[in-house]
T-cell receptor, first 114, second 112 residues
Framework: DAGVIQSPRHEVTEMGQEVTLRCKPI?????LFWYRQTMMRGLELLIY????????DSGMPEDRFSAKMPNASFSTLKIQPSEPRDSAVYFC????????????FGAGTRLSVL | KQEVTQIPAALSVPEGENLVLNCSFT??????LQWFRQDPGKGLTSLLL?????REQTSGRLNASLDKSSGRSTLYIAASQPGDSATYLC???????????FGKGTRLSVIA
């Protein structure tokens, strides 16, 4: 398997623009997590899904952030409108019930909002 | 609320030295504890996972210990090499297949 695939790897945008980050989990994994990493706060959970259903979105900073998982092989994290303070590295991770909490991480998307 | 702390934030050692990285957590009712490595600009690579019933795990030159009662874990790296230079993160889940709570990491530099 190719592992967790995230795209794009880098995104530079201007304040106010819409940004969409994408994630393809490992085939067969039924849990998907979105994390954000900043220098100040480290790695923090934004939202996670089980069987394509959002379970906990308490980490989503505000209404500008939304996440979807239309099927088992694809998830998106959207920021609209983007702000400079959203600049961070966004990671996606996946796992499945049989390997409790061994989460496999994608390479991340480095977002810069100017 | 679970909080994870890693000390020191940064560490620089000469090649060949043995070293210990520390991780502490506030809620001892953890499911397991995991150590990750992160290279600059890269994702996270899982190094070791210790189940709550275990005391330690070993992989090559790495040894991780867990003391749930005191809320502590250590990652021991033997005979450090320049290739070990990276940020090391520890993380605990709230339970089963739930999100990980991460420490902020220890940035290790091994000088040749």
């Amino acid at each position: 398997d190719a592992g967790v695939i995230q795209s794009p790897r880098h995104e530079v945008t201007e304040m106010g623009q819409e940004v969409t980050l994408r994630c393809k989990p490992i085939s067969g994994h039924d849990y998907l997590f979105w994390y954000r990493q900043t220098m100040m706060r480290g790695l923090e959970l934004l939202i996670y899904f089980n069987n394509n259903v959002p379970i906990d979105d308490s980490g989503m900073p505000e209404d500008r952030f939304s996440a979807k998982m239309p099927n088992a092989s694809f998830s998106t994290l959207k920021i609209q409108p983007s702000e400079p303070r959203d600049s961070a590295v966004y990671f996606c991770a996946s796992t499945w019930e049989g390997i409790k909490n061994i989460q496999y991480f994608g390479a991340g998307t480095r977002l810069s909002v100017l | 609320k679970q909080e994870v702390t890693q000390i020191p934030a940064a560490l620089s050692v000469p090649e060949g030295e043995n070293l210990v990285l520390n991780c502490s957590f506030t809620d001892s009712a953890i499911y397991n504890l995991q150590w990750f490595r992160q290279d600059p600009g890269k994702g996270l690579t899982s190094l070791l996972l210790i189940q709550s019933s275990q005391r330690e795990q070993t992989s090559g030159r790495l040894n991780a210990s867990l003391d749930k009662s005191s809320g502590r874990s250590t990652l021991y790296i033997a005979a450090s090499q320049p290739g070990d230079s990276a940020t090391y993160l520890c993380a605990v889940p709230l339970s089963g297949n739930t999100p990980l709570v991460f420490g902020k990491g220890t940035r290790l530099s091994v000088i040749a």
